[in-house]
């Protein structure tokens, strides 16, 4: 069929295609800023006729009733890869969970459908070309996996979203609805360094070789820190999000990704989110690939990168080298998505480094990110045994190969001075390293 007809017998109301929806079915979500405002926000309007609906989402953007909304509870349930703040809010209201996962397991089907059915996808994409082909635009972490496993695929259109290019495309035969919904894309606006983070960045800018290949999670630091790479040569990119930092790098001539090993030449990743400004640069980009998370954050895969060096950040950090960054105690705060992955993706690379770079201090200078022991009920997102480097403002702990006693030390002298003596009693008190 002429893919206008298509497009046409496809198209439907939002509320149409949310009345789709049955009870105790399971809606698969596409993540970030792909995921689709009209559909998410039309769901609640349906409370009174949906019983036990599971949504499952990632990184969410958007606050919607079905989430915020207590008179939802036993209408809808969320279950989540990867909480955003509306999920941290609700938290405590048991009308959601969060699903430990790492994230190149987008490939494993058991992992993102509790009842090992998604019914519903629900997604985003730009208007289709000439031929009938959209571009599934800003995320393809899980979205393909999602479609695929779904009986029902409903697209949300938006003519405000880039056209992403790699394994981005979808054809509209492989579309069952379509709405259209032509708002302005979500967006992750960049704050400026303070003053820790232009040391910490200096830090880490230190680490870096000409010829790396980086990846930058999510969060203040790894996009703070750009700035200070500016002197670098030839950085490549294979990341599971592209930032708003890495515009700046390839336009001022440091990213060319011309010593790459893998897509020589081209930026790879699976989800795009930061601004305006990050949204035009992959619009159309030949240089940008988007790949699905389960191969971009295949530790295996980043491993064959020469010089691959990655850099996350943290919550919490205990003396041992235990890194939390998904929870601020037992209450659950983010997730792991790409850390853990892309962290040892790292150290199989020839020449590669993983490294975790935190303040040393949170809540106004009034508590110590690193711990002799993680808050009670912290969920570790790095464990001991696979901490590379932990990068502070006072300095880099290289912790890699250093029994207990001198991890410990290390770690101490790049904690906030105001800290040192206290976490020396303590980690002594605790019977951690007896005496130093
Ligand atoms: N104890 C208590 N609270 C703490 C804390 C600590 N040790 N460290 C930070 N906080 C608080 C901050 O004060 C802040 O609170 P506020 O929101 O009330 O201001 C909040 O936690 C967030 O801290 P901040 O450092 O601003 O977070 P961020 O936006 O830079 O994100 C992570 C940091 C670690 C949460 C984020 O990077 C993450 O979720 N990482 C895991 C996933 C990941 O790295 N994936 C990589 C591939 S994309």
Redesign the pocket.
């Known amino acids: 069929m002429n893919p206008k007809e298509l497009y046409k017998q496809k198209l439907i109301s939002i509320p149409d295609a949310v009345g789709k929806v049955r009870s105790h079915q399971t809606i698969g979500v596409a993540m970030a800023a792909s995921e689709p405002p009209g559909l998410l926000g039309e769901l609640a309007k349906h409370r009174d006729r949906l019983e036990s609906v599971r949504v499952w989402v990632c990184l969410p953007l958007g606050a919607y009733d079905f989430v915020l909304d207590p008179s939802m509870d036993g209408h809808f349930f969320v279950e989540n890869w990867?909480?955003g703040n509306s999920d941290r809010a609700v938290h405590g209201q048991g009308c959601e969970s969060y699903i430990p996962n790492n994230?190149h397991e987008a490939a494993s089907k058991k992992l993102y459908a509790a009842n090992n059915k998604v019914n519903v996808f629900f997604g985003t994409a730009t208007p289709p070309d000439a031929r009938g082909y959209m571009s599934l635009s800003l995320g393809l972490v899980i979205e393909k996996q999602l479609i695929a496993a779904a009986d029902l695929v409903i697209l949300e259109i938006n003519e405000n979203l880039p056209w992403t290019l790699g394994d981005t495309q979808i054809h509209l035969s492989e579309v069952d609805y379509i709405v259209e919904n032509n708002v302005s894309v979500a967006q992750l606006p960049v704050a400026p360094p303070t003053e820790a983070e232009e040391k910490i960045g200096g830090y880490i800018a230190s680490l870096i070789e000409d010829g790396s290949t980086l990846?930058?999670?999510?969060?203040?630091?790894?996009n703070a820190i750009t700035a200070f790479m500016m002197d670098r040569k030839d950085l490549g990119i294979h990341?599971?999000?592209f930032t708003d930092g890495m515009v700046d790098l390839y336009n001022a001539g440091v990213i060319t990704n011309s010593r790459k090993t893998l897509w020589k030449g081209k930026m790879v990743g699976a989800f795009a989110l930061g601004t305006k400004k990050l949204y035009d640069f992959v619009d159309n980009n030949l240089c940008v690939e988007f790949q699905q998370g389960s191969v971009t954050?295949d530790p295996y895969i980043i491993g064959k990168n020469y010089r691959m060096i990655?850099i996350?950040?943290?919550?919490?950090v205990d003396v041992l080298g235990q890194v939390?960054?998904?929870s601020?105690?037992s209450r659950h705060?983010?997730?792991?998505?790409?850390?853990l992955?892309?962290h040892r993706g790292a150290q199989l690379s020839e020449h590669g480094r993983g490294i975790i770079a935190?303040?040393s201090?949170?809540?106004?200078g009034e508590?110590?990110?690193i711990?002799p022991v993680l808050?009670e009920g912290a969920e570790v997102?790095i464990p001991s045994q696979d901490i590379d480097t932990i990068v502070t403002e006072y300095g880099i702990a290289d912790l890699k190969g250093l029994c207990l006693r001198d991890r410990a030390l290390a770690l101490i002298n790049i904690a906030h001075p105001d800290f040192r003596d206290k976490l020396k009693s303590e980690v002594m008190r605790l019977g951690i390293v007896p005496h130093f």
């Not at 996350?312 to 919490?316: D, E, H, P």
């Open positions: 990867f909480y994230l990846q930058l999670g999510i969060g203040g630091i790894p990341t599971e999000m954050n990655s996350n950040t943290a919550l919490q939390c960054s998904q601020i105690g705060f983010s997730g792991t998505g790409g850390q992955d892309t935190l303040r201090t949170a809540k106004n508590i110590s990110t711990m808050t997102t």
